[in-house]
């Protein structure tokens, strides 16, 4: 039985408080899946299990599935989308409302695991970073989300879709836009296109000093995007202008530059300074 008679069968009806689109090509989930590199040896949490489409490519590829539903009008539904499936544990519960730690211990033995979703655009960035800064066992992210924001977390610096959130992130993973996905393979619609990213965790890839001073400082730089990086430096510290322009020179910046015109690895550098100089 296709999807959409099993949701017409049970008088499903799709709540956009939610953000429900479902895909429903079982090639293009599997495609996905395997683009997530999802092997028999991982485990797999899946954050929005829907009407299970997904889920079940997921099952067939990986060890184990833990997928979370918020809808419980769902839940009869994954019983039978599910139901040839003894590797996936069904759980209805809000992701956003508990701890990645409480969640690791209890369903991945705090081991390393992969999230794979197809998320509503609503929690996308919150979802993102609450695995990519929470959790030190999350081994890669596989989600479909907004093709906005999938261009926005790939962005390079000195472009529009470069941003606070693209450091945050490309700052501790590699990031690759894997697959563009049309609005109309979603049921129901959306408004916009959808694009597949993968964040693989790359925790080691930069040296810093002071995480949490790095993330004040990325904050500082695209405070004020018209301003010059020295104007936001001065705001967000305290410090003297001067002081501001000798450390971008330690750097080997100019005065005049941009903090969209940083690299990661130049926000990086520009933090370590910053902690050397006891500055926070």
């Not at 293009?28 to 490519?57: F, W």
């Not at 730690?101 to 081991?111: F, G, L, M, R």
């Not at 790359?202 to 995480?211: A, E, P, Y």
């Amino acid at each position: 039985m296709q999807i959409k008679d099993i949701l017409k069968q049970h008088n499903f009806r799709f709540n956009k408080q939610f953000g429900q689109n479902f895909l429903t090509d079982e090639q293009l989930l599997d495609e996905i899946v395997q683009l997530s590199g999802i092997t028999k040896e991982d485990v797999v949490l899946e954050i929005g299990a829907g009407a299970g489409t997904l889920t079940g490519s997921i099952c067939r590829a990986a060890k184990r599935v833990v997928a979370f539903e918020i809808d419980r009008n769902l839940q009869s539904i994954l019983a039978i989308t599910l139901a040839n499936y003894n590797n996936c544990e069904v759980v209805m519960a809000d992701v956003m409302k508990q701890e990645v730690s409480a969640i690791e211990k209890q369903y991945t033995d705090n081991k390393p695991y992969k999230v794979v979703a197809n998320i509503p655009y609503y929690i996308t960035t919150p979802l993102i970073m609450k695995f990519v800064e929470g959790s030190d066992k999350v081994a890669s992210l596989t989600l479909t989300i907004q093709k906005e924001v999938a261009q926005r977390l790939c962005a390079k610096e000195n472009t529009k879709d470069y941003g606070a959130i693209t450091v945050a992130v490309q700052v501790v993973a590699d990031v690759s836009l894997i697959k563009v996905l049309d609005r109309t393979l979603f049921y129901p619609v959306p408004n916009v296109d959808s694009a597949v990213i993968n964040i693989k965790m790359n925790r080691n890839k930069h040296n810093i000093d002071d995480i949490k001073l790095f993330g004040k400082t990325t904050r500082c730089a695209f405070a004020m995007r018209r301003k010059t990086l020295v104007n936001n430096l001065v705001n967000t510290f305290g410090i003297d202008r001067v002081v501001a322009e000798n450390i971008l020179a330690d750097i080997d910046l100019p005065s005049n530059i941009r903090g969209e015109s940083l690299s990661v690895e130049k926000m990086v550098e520009l933090s370590n300074v910053l902690a050397s100089k006891n500055i926070r």
